[in-house]
């Protein structure tokens, strides 16, 4: 028995199906019936049910692409911040920063999540097409309208690149970096975004914003 | 009988709700509760600090709750006291059984709750904001935690006591519920009430919390009207 349709905007306790259902994220199950925990947009696809969260901060997973700060130096490697509760380590051996060169306090990473364990001890790999970021800005978002950033396919962070000259990689983890061409305006885009994901005809608008 | 404020003996003060009002917390709300005017704040989850609080397996809660030196008609000296510190104890406990606090292991969820004016009711107003601050949060919880007094004065139960009606009455009862298990996460009294008197201000004080509980996920329908994603 199903309560919740596709789509529908849930808050945390509400009952969204009982018995033969899979839940998943921003779900819980108690006494065979499946509720939201997080306020989000209800998603059911056959059996499975998931509730996107519309706020909440980042929770690393593996798998994920993210931009970091390196805060600290250990023996043989970094920790990094990577704008969540968690902090993220990094060996020496899994970067690559040329003979002379070494990664420094306060410097910007692009890094890949390849493990968190069941403790938040998560590890980091930041070889090739990774790394270090050099210059440019750091934009910070929320983490849950990342996915809003990019569009479907990619298409919004397309919009922001063409209009305005720059390179920018998002990480999972709600850091924007942006380099070259138009910073100002591209952060600022972003922010826009950020500011407004929840209301519709976005693309429309960031473009005017873009073209002015 | 007649109320002070020409109430029902099962009406609550008009209540008003509004979430996300407040720009650098992760989570916040705003309630009037009768002339109770409350902001609530939640920040995280974070790293633990002090350290030696942090939990391996899930993650901690700490509550601050504080009155503004203009909140009361005698201005209240500045800084927490032996009542703000016993509040923001009571307010943690009603609710940490709502978080699924393991989803986060080595946290920490701060809660700040700032009472501008206060009316009497102000820990169940309180409840009730952080609550909805804490699903604005995006905080996984089981359920949204309302909360609601009864009382009795004049020798009768009645719901939400006002100002006027708190001085004069013999008890008052706060009642903070999970309303889908139907469990109690906070209950605490002060003045008498007999057995049967008990039953019917807890069965009353319930009743009040559901009709809270409507008004808080009203509160946030609110504010995330209309959103979509892909």
New interface residues.
Partial sequence: MIYANN?D?V???M?LAEGDYINED?T?K?KGKI?A???G?CYVDHRKIRV??????Y?PKSGDTIIGVVTGERLSGWTVDINS???ASLSQRDIHVGRFDTLKVGDLISAKIVKVT???DISLYAKRPHGRLNEGILVEIHS?RV??LI??RGSMIKLIKEKTGSIISVGQNGLVWIRGGNEELAAQACQMVDREA???GLTDRVSGFLSR | MERVDGRRFDELRPIKIEAGVLKRADGSCYIEWGKNKIYAAVYGPKKVLPRHLEKDDRAILRCRYNMAPFSVEERKRPGPDRRAVEIGKVMQGALEPAILMHYYPKSMIEISVEVVQANAGTRCAGITAVSVALADAGIPMRDLVPSCAAGKVDGQVILDLAKEEDNSGEADMPVAIIPRLNQITLLQMDGKLTEQEVEQAITLAMQGCQQVYQLQIDALRRKYAGAEYE
């Fill in positions: 789509k905007l808050v945390p306790g009952l921003g819980h108690d509720y925990s997080v306020v947009i996107v969260a519309l706020e909440g901060k929770i509760p968690y902090n069941e403790t938040f849950s996915p809003r569009g479907r929840h209301i519709p």
